[in-house]
């Protein structure tokens, strides 16, 4: 009896070691996922676009499409990648957070400088469907390689923890949950308006056809606003790796000057208020060095990194 009470009690403690890593794991997901805010948020709203022009009922396996070819993309490519430079490079990962933050903020300066400047006339899809279809979840994959290897670094860099397979379940938990929750909202997304529509045509109750007509005369200033959203996290949250990640390879000057502004802001306001106005300023003069370093970049990337790609990429 006295064997199986110990048995047990092995057991037990054995269950609340497992438990205290599920714990361990999922808290170091979730707050590794919310350091990738920027690029999630960008990835959510620069995803909707793709299904334009196509079917209604093509839009969903659309979605599905480059949701599995994201998530392929992340724990079979960059899940290992990631790890293999944890173990064998680590050296390497604040100046693969400073080119990752300079692409979040070369693509928000970007879109401001568009949206500011010339418009292109919107092209609707033409030819072939089913090829049109295939090389626009193609493109759309190669974007989301972008911006999941962009996630997947800063979630490493996120990780407190030396041991290799909390790591990497972390990355994992990491992989699969941002991509539901990416894909999930573009599923949503893209289907409100149709959904909106049978409430508005079919609904039973005054409220619900009311309810529906409200959704589908909101969607296009909801995209709108997400995409500004999406534009401005991308310059705050650029900004801000490039800056913590220049005073990880020991240049401190901007994060400190950063820090001091927002504390001397602070104290111009009650203490309720402390907290929130520090984050305000320090996530404001991030947003404003992701955007004039975004404007830098921009030239940069036309005349000379774009150039290089075209003459080394297949065509």
């Not at 599920?22 to 990738?36: E, L, R, Y």
């Not at 000057?257 to 402390?274: K, R």
């Amino acid at each position: 009896m006295s064997g199986l009470l110990a048995l047990l009690d092995d057991v037990a403690a054995i269950a609340k070691v497992a438990a205290a890593s599920v714990d361990d794991v999922i808290g170091q997901a979730t707050k590794a996922g919310a350091k990738a805010a920027g690029a999630v948020i960008d990835d959510a709203a620069v995803s909707p676009k793709y299904v334009q022009g196509f079917a209604p009922a093509r839009e969903l396996p659309i979605v599905g499409k480059i949701a599995w070819g994201s998530i392929r993309n992340k724990i079979l490519i960059l899940l290992p990648a990631a790890m293999l430079l944890s173990v064998f490079a680590p050296w390497l990962i604040a100046p693969l957070l400073i080119l990752g933050g300079s692409y979040l903020c070369y693509e928000g300066a970007e879109k401001i400088v568009h949206a500011f400047g010339h418009k292109d006339p919107h092209s609707k899809a033409t030819g072939d469907p089913a090829h049109l279809e295939e090389e626009k979840v193609k493109g759309a994959i190669k974007t989301d390689f972008i911006l999941s290897a962009e996630i997947m670094t800063i979630a490493l860099a996120a990780i407190e923890t030396d041991n290799l397979w909390t790591r990497a379940a972390v990355l994992f938990v990491v992989a699969v949950g941002i991509t539901a929750v990416v894909y999930g909202a573009v599923a949503l997304i893209v289907k409100a308006d149709d959904v909106g529509l049978l409430m508005a045509k079919k609904g039973r109750f005054s409220i619900t056809r009311l309810l529906g007509r409200g959704v589908v005369a909101g969607m296009p200033k909801f995209l709108f606003v997400l995409t500004w959203v999406g534009t401005a996290a991308m310059l705050w949250v650029g900004g801000q790796i490039i800056v913590h990640s220049l005073g990880q390879l020991g240049w401190h000057a901007p994060e400190d000057l950063i820090h001091g502004w927002a504390v001397a802001a602070a104290g111009g306001v009650g203490a309720a208020w402390q907290g929130i106005v520090e984050w305000a300023v320090t996530a404001g003069c991030d947003g404003v060095l992701g955007f004039v370093w975004g404007l830098i970049l921009i030239p940069i990337v036309a005349s000379v990194i774009k150039p290089a790609m075209a003459a080394v990429m297949p065509k």
